[in-house]
């Protein structure tokens, strides 16, 4: 973390901060004229199974022939005000880090798995984000307001996806609380329709997967692979379709925000090979649309090759980057998720960027200036980027320091794999078992992003994060 320009570890100020922070202070917030009462809604939160900091829940309800989803988002500004010592220490960082060996979260646990975290059974602030979905997908209307809501059950993605693909029986969080079975087919139904009417513009379908470490005690003993799941892909409709009305709110209220954007792929004309290479002409110019439409054909028509075709795209397609927008100035789309206006709104616990956000609306809601001028806001989205790509690393070192223990006793094996970088640096590939990259040393002359090999494996340096394969 240090070598990657980090402060792992909070500053004495910003612990007194969180340690005199007070549980009761939540009653002013909640007292507000302006600030509804939700808490009787069936609210839910899905998220990993041992994540604590909890950012967002949401509930469904009917609506004249449309379906109304609500999103809480947890307001963390009511807690961790503009300017305090645990704000600017996470103005430094920007992000928490989720590594293997640890989690450096941006906040202290004090806020973000207790005040600010929507954590089961307890009333917290929050700042809402309500869509009226038609059944065709499109969101015929989107409002914001701040609200005081309650987590009726703390639910994960594993169980309720294994619930929702009926693979398994309903979680007990889910069948304890009545009528939330149904409340979540709802919700399932909604995004699904949102989903399917984003990729209809464009967004890309991708499957994906990380390895996840398996501990005993201390002792690391895999690094399994895990999948999307229905229930994943529910909340990341949710949050795609969250931070699209956010970004519209913020505009239409004449605010300069921060937006979320992936260009263009510069490396189209890779793309444009790998689809050749399975009979599929591709537009010599960059067309979501098109791309589309091959990786629908690719997934029915190869499933066990998707993951690694999606692989392939996602490192051909670039980086995402965070840009400001001023009113009526739009900026570049986001390719991959087709939609024009976006930002980060939904995660004020896990990134500065989504606390900034929500410090924006609350200005707009209460008719106030913006609390960031346009040359902030332009820091902020250098400062974020720069973190995310620090941290990316920490995250990477780490996971390649963990699959270089597991690895140590096995050289000279020989593994399946797929190359997932080409650059000055090196070439780089991926195994699927365990989820492990590492560097291609030796003759890599010809290889491209998607191209598949065997190699074997010739080092691991755990302490440093080297795992080195040659060609088999």
Avoid at 335 to 341: E, K, M, Q
Wanted: glycine letters at 6%; one cysteine or more; hydrophobic letters at 40%.
């Amino acid at each position: 973390m240090r070598e990657r320009g980090f402060e792992p570890d909070f500053p004495p100020a910003a612990i007194a901060q969180a340690g005199a922070a007070d549980s009761r202070e939540f009653g002013a917030s909640q007292n507000r004229t302006d600030r509804r009462d939700l808490r009787n809604l069936l609210w839910c939160s899905i998220d990993n199974d041992d994540s604590r900091d909890l950012d967002q829940l949401s509930v469904a309800e009917s609506r004249d022939g449309a379906t109304g989803i609500l999103i809480a988002i947890a307001d963390v500004d009511a807690r961790v005000g503009r300017g305090s010592p645990v704000d600017q220490h996470a103005a430094v960082n920007t992000t928490s880090v989720y590594t293997a060996a640890h989690v450096f979260s941006m906040l202290p646990e004090r806020f973000s798995t207790d005040l600010t975290s929507l954590a089961q059974d307890e009333d917290r602030a929050a700042v809402v984000v309500d869509l009226t979905v038609t059944p065709d997908g499109s969101v015929r209307a989107s409002d914001v307001y701040r609200a005081t809501v309650r987590n009726r059950a703390r639910l994960a993605y594993p169980s309720v996806g294994a619930w929702l693909e009926g693979t398994a029986p309903p979680p007990a969080p889910l069948t304890a609380v009545p009528g939330l079975e149904d409340n979540l087919r709802l919700q399932d139904t909604a995004a699904h329709a949102l989903q399917q009417s984003r990729h209809e513009r464009g967004a890309l379908t991708l499957d994906t997967v990380e390895g996840k470490p398996v501990f005993a005690g201390d002792e690391l003993r895999d690094l399994t692979a895990i999948g999307r799941s229905r229930a994943s892909a529910l909340i990341e409709d949710f949050m795609i379709a969250a931070n699209t009305a956010t970004a519209e709110f913020l505009e239409r209220h004449g605010f300069s925000s921060l937006r979320r954007i992936v260009r263009m792929p510069e490396r189209w004309p890779r793309i444009v090979k790998l689809a050749a290479d399975t009979g599929t002409e591709l537009p010599a110019n960059p067309d979501a649309r098109a791309l589309e439409r091959w990786l629908l054909t690719q997934r029915q028509q190869n499933p066990q090759r998707f993951v690694d075709l999606s692989l392939s795209i996602v490192k051909l397609l670039g980086r995402g980057e965070y840009v400001v927008e001023k009113p009526n100035e739009p900026t570049p789309d986001h390719f991959g998720l087709a939609v024009d206006d976006y930002t980060h709104a939904t995660a004020p616990n896990r990134r500065f960027a989504d606390l900034v956000t929500q410090r924006l609306v609350k200005a707009a809601l209460d008719g106030g200036r913006p609390p960031y001028s346009e040359s902030d806001l332009d820091a902020i989205a250098r400062h974020c980027m720069d973190r995310e790509d620090a941290a990316n690393r920490v995250e990477r070192q780490v996971r390649k320091a963990a699959a270089a223990i597991l690895l140590q006793h096995r050289h000279g094996e020989q593994f399946d794999a797929i190359v997932t970088g080409v650059g000055p640096k090196g070439t780089w590939v991926r195994v699927k078992h365990p989820v492990v990259e590492g560097r291609l040393e030796g003759s890599v002359h010809g290889l491209e992003v998607g191209d598949h090999l065997p190699v074997r494996l010739v080092r691991t340096v755990p302490e440093k994060g080297f795992i080195d394969f040659e060609r088999a």
